[in-house]
Structure formats: structure tokens, C-alpha cells
Nanobody, 122 residues
Framework: QVQLVESGGGLVQPGGSLRLSCAAS????????MSWYRQAPGKERELVAA????????NYADSVKGRFTISRDNAKKTVYLQMNSLKPEDTAVYYC???????????????WGQGTQVTVSS
């Protein structure tokens, strides 16, 4: 059974940084592309960043390019999101999940973790 546990969120001032972590289990992590998504109040869930199986390829939403960095540790079955220069518009619940690299979308059968809340406010 796929389990995804996100952590590392919190309240941060504009311009600050956070590092999110996602511990995965229940599937062969080293053989699955992974991604971070976020959902702000009243908005649809959107892809933030994706990382390939080996970590050599990454993909970012235009809104976070140059500020966020996705990485993974296959030995620890964990994917990370380093978020720098945070803005109020980055406020959302952040989720990790598997990703279909061809479509940059989650699989239709995807189950979701509880997410981690990121709030950027002064």
C-alpha cells in the first residue's frame, strides 16, 4: 500500500526558506518519478516540481523556477523540496506523489498523504 508522509511545513516570513520532506513506502521508490504538488485555498492542485528516477532530470512550474529545488534520496526513499525566497502566493498545502513523466500529472489511481501546510506571511 502506497504511503506518503510529508513534513517540514510551517509559518515563514516572505523571503524565508523551508525544506519539505516526503517519506515514501509501499512501492519501489527508486523506479518511480516523483513530484511535489500544492493546493491553495479555493484553487486546484498544481504541479510544483518533478524529479526523474535518477534525479538527473527535473521540471518546475514557472512560478517557482530559480527559487525551489527538488531532490531525492533513493536509499532513504525520500523526496525533498528546498524552497527559498518564499512569497505569500506560495502559501498552500504541499503534497508529494508519484508522477507520470509523459504528462507531468499524478496517476489516476494515486492516493494522497495528508500534506504539509506552508504559510508565508509577515
Amino acid at each position: 500500500q502506497v504511503q506518503l508522509v510529508e513534513s517540514g511545513g510551517g509559518l515563514v516570513q516572505p523571503g524565508g526558506s523551508l525544506r519539505l520532506s516526503c517519506a515514501a513506502s509501499g512501492f519501489t521508490f527508486s523506479q518511480i518519478h516523483m513530484s511535489w504538488y500544492r493546493q491553495a485555498p479555493g484553487k486546484e492542485r498544481e504541479l510544483v516540481a518533478a524529479i526523474s528516477i535518477t534525479g538527473r532530470s527535473t521540471n518546475y512550474a514557472d512560478s517557482v523556477k530559480g527559487r525551489f529545488t527538488i531532490s531525492r534520496d533513493n536509499a532513504k526513499k525520500t523526496v525533498y523540496l528546498q524552497m527559498n525566497s518564499l512569497k505569500p502566493e506560495d502559501t498552500a498545502v504541499y503534497y508529494c506523489n508519484q508522477v507520470d513523466w509523459a504528462t507531468m500529472s499524478p496517476f489516476a489511481s494515486a492516493s494522497w498523504g495528508q500534506g504539509t501546510q506552508v504559510t508565508v506571511s509577515s
